[in-house]
């Protein structure tokens, strides 16, 4: 009987913060599609504020307040390449409003295809079609762009959604080779929670948790060559493994 009402209850949550989501995404829908045409860095400095905004209203509704640690690793002056766990589709709402400062993320362009969101998924977005060879080439260059910039690029390495058991999935290169070429250093961060709030195994139903992001100090890259990337992933991989490991439970 408790299993079926907790199942029934998450249906009925998702559907709410469903709801919540669209009309909250329709107020900000308009200041978004104005600041899009703006020239970057302007854009995504305004986008951020736009985002946070939202965010900041958002997850506290829906019964998912963010808690932030780490903050302090960003410095003044200083964009970085933000390396995130990615669990959930929860992530990037969660991830990029909570980044102090204006970044960006590589995206799949077939979201962008999606009535009114799509406005504003391509709006703070670097898109990439992974099914052309050509498309993958310029998304790199533009991450770059991104970074001589000052703006944050935020990826995640795993490249889609952990739905294995392991605490993280085997990285790819791109997000530590985009950092070498540019010289950023490479700031780790762990997401927790955001795979029990919305899992990847249960469609339509969700449930409320506070969600957490950690970020952990940064590794600089000065002086590394392509060379060292599978070093520099490696030793990345390594260290968020053991954070997530040693604090998932603690901030269940």
């Known amino acids: 009987m408790m299993k079926a009402l907790k199942t029934i209850a998450g249906y009925i949550y998702a559907l709410y913060a469903l709801l919540v989501f669209i009309a909250t995404m329709l107020v900000v829908l308009i200041p978004v599609w104005i600041i899009s045409v703006l020239k970057e860095p ?24 963010v808690r932030r640690k780490g903050k302090e690793h960003f410095k003044k002056n200083e964009n970085y390449v933000v390396v995130l766990n990615h669990n959930s589709f929860m992530d ?25 969101f799509g406005v504003i998924y391509r709006a703070g977005s670097i898109l990439v079609d992974r099914k052309k060879e050509a498309s993958r080439r310029e998304s790199f260059s533009l991450m770059q762009d991104t970074l001589n910039m000052g703006i944050h690029l935020c990826l995640y390495p795993e490249g889609t959604r ?68 599978p070093e520099l992933k490696q030793k990345v991989h390594d260290l968020m493994k053991s954070y997530f490991v040693t604090n998932k439970n603690l901030l269940s």
Not at 187 to 202: A, C, D, E, Q, R
């Open 42 to 65: 302007m854009r995504a400095h305004m986008l951020h504020k736009v985002f946070r905004l939202w965010m900041g209203v958002y997850m506290p509704l829906i019964l998912c307040p």
């Open 92 to 116: 990037i709402p969660v991830s990029s409003p909570w980044i102090p400062g204006p970044n960006k993320t590589l995206a799949k362009i077939e979201m962008s295809r999606i009535p009114l």
């Open 162 to 229: 952990n739905k294995t058991s392991e605490p993280l999935q085997p990285f790819y290169d791109g997000a530590f080779s985009t950092a070498v070429r540019t010289q950023k250093p490479v700031m780790p961060g762990l997401i927790f929670n955001t795979g029990k709030v919305l899992p990847h195994n249960s469609k339509g139903w969700a449930r409320p948790k506070p969600v957490h992001i950690h970020f952990l100090e940064p590794i600089p890259t000065e002086g590394l060559t392509l060379q060292d990337v």
